[in-house]
């Protein structure tokens, strides 16, 4: 019997993102090494229910009315769609091989039509990291990531360092947030900001605690990674959203540095575009090995900053949108916000390389209050209610 079960985006993804599946991961490792069993729930969210993650280019034709758009997007899965048919099978090993997961998939639907999890009775339930407390204009508040369903009712449930969007929480949807947040039993989010607001709902304080795959180290990974065949090159990582800004001054950065591009993502076409070498069918695995053997990283995601952090590589991360406060939420509290670029700006030649001595006794920290937190509301209530004591009810 799992004792803790926890929900996100993990084995269900939109462009099968590398972060969503190994924070997943990160946090169960980091709960079996406090002696805590955990599961996964395989959910399958409802703004994914119809997203085709093996043929992502039948999706393209949703957006026919719109020709711009639907030639860029058709474009970039014409060159990608047998290399995507091949990491969504590496995905799926790696799912299935590394996490501990419910036998069944759940949609919000299903979940809510269930009294149970199958066997599984677990103590504690967890809403996971990522962008999960949001509302979305076309498909609302998912009751799944608030634990809304009838198998986590009476139970612990605990927010770890959710994300919160920026916007979409006014009027009846903000009372019914509201709603939601005061049902979990303990609650903290990913960035300072969204930990202000929580406070503000619930009228005590909030903490801020880091992201779970930060809560391992280099290490650790090395364990599960595919170590890159080629050395000594600058890796551009595109996640989801292209940049063709941020593709030309990572060309420019690889020029200075006397050092190869390397790019990793779902912009195969960039190799005919562009010219430099595109890996757009690298498992976790790989994406892992790429990130250990690159000289400098290149993103514009979350968790490309994450893992140029754990293996201490000098890195610049472009913006997605000016509100988006998870690149500033992390960045700001290390101290590296000159490692920030505008979706439209240039990086610059005169920023001096990352502290990473600083950098390191700055999560130091961190890592201690967000490994305390899971101890402290977790971890400890899971042992309670495993040696037959009733655990803490949600208020």
């Known amino acids: 019997m799992s004792q803790v079960a926890t929900i996100s985006f993990t084995t269900h993804s939109r462009h099968l993102n590398y972060g969503a599946v190994l924070h997943g991961w990160a946090f169960q490792q980091v709960l079996k090494r406090m002696g805590c069993e955990s599961v996964v729930i395989d959910y399958l969210p409802r703004s994914l229910k119809n997203h085709r993650f093996k043929w992502p280019i039948l999706d393209t034709f949703r957006c026919w009315r719109r020709p711009a758009v639907f030639a860029r997007r058709f474009l970039q899965w014409l060159f990608s769609t047998c290399a995507n048919l091949r990491k969504w099978r590496k995905f799926e090993r790696f799912i299935h091989s590394q996490l501990v997961v419910t036998p069944e998939t759940y949609t919000e639907d299903s979940l809510v039509a269930a009294e149970r999890l199958g066997d599984l009775d677990p103590a504690v339930f967890v809403a996971e990291s990522d962008v999960i407390w949001k509302r979305s204009r076309r498909f609302g508040m998912d009751r799944g990531f608030f634990l809304d369903f009838p198998a986590a009712a009476g139970k612990r449930k605990v927010a770890y360092a959710p994300s919160l969007a920026k916007v979409g929480f006014e009027g009846e949807d903000g009372e019914r947030f509201a709603r939601y ?127 140029s952090l754990v293996f201490e590589k000098p890195f610049f991360a472009f913006r997605r949108s000016d509100s988006d406060w998870r690149f500033t939420g992390i960045c700001g509290e290390l101290g590296l916000m000159d490692r920030l670029v505008d979706r439209d700006g240039r990086i610059p030649d005169d920023v001096p390389d990352v502290d990473y001595g600083r950098v390191r006794g700055g999560l130091k920290g961190h890592v201690s209050r967000s490994l305390e937190f899971i101890a402290k509301n977790i971890v400890r209530p899971a042992d309670r209610a495993d040696a037959g004591q009733t655990p803490e009810g949600a208020g």
């Open 181 to 307: 947040v005061r049902t979990f039993s303990a609650v903290s989010s990913r960035e300072r900001a969204g930990a202000e607001v929580l406070a503000g709902i619930l009228g005590r304080d909030v903490p801020w605690l880091l992201d779970p795959t930060l809560l391992l180290s280099a290490a650790d990974y090395a364990a599960i990674a595919r170590p890159a065949k080629r050395k000594g090159y600058v890796l551009l990582y595109s996640c989801m959203k292209f940049n063709a800004n941020m593709v030309r001054e990572a060309k420019r950065l690889a020029t200075r540095l006397g050092k190869p591009l390397v790019e990793v993502g779902n912009f195969g076409v960039n190799r005919l575009v562009f010219g430099h070498e595109v890996i757009d069918d690298a498992g976790v695995e790989e994406w892992l090995g790429l990130f250990m053997g690159a000289d400098y990283v290149v993103c514009n995601s979350f968790h490309g900053i994450c893992f």
